[in-house]
């Protein structure tokens, strides 16, 4: 679960809440936002933070997982699953906080 601009992992907590019996949930703070630094020197952050989720997806070795993103993540969500399909089970869009 990636959260919107501005926000962070904890605007899933409600969702959370309700999926954790039927599924492992994993949430994402971008950098700069919630407990993260902010990058410097970023120019090209839609780029960036596509970037940053590949790399957490093969990290963390997912597979068959679900994203979802919200807000601008929604986006950035959407730059994944065209560019990184492998392994992505579903996209998720959500344009309201829970």
């Keep these: 679960m990636v959260h919107g601009f501005f926000g962070s992992h904890h ?3 409600k969702l959370t809440n309700l999926m954790t019996a039927d599924y492992r949930i994993i949430r994402v703070d971008l950098p700069g936002f919630g407990l993260s630094d902010f990058p410097a020197g970023e120019e ?15 990290y963390m070795d ?12 929604g986006g950035i969500s959407c730059m994944m699953a065209e560019h990184y399909p ?13």
Excluded: P
């Design 11 to 13: 605007n899933f907590q």
């Design 86 to 98: 492998e392994n992505m089970k579903g996209l998720i869009l959500q344009s309201l906080f829970l």
């Design 62 to 73: 997912l597979k068959d997982y679900y994203l979802v993103g919200i807000s601008m993540c």
């Design 44 to 58: 090209n952050y839609a780029a960036m933070y596509q970037d940053f989720l590949a790399e957490f997806v093969s």
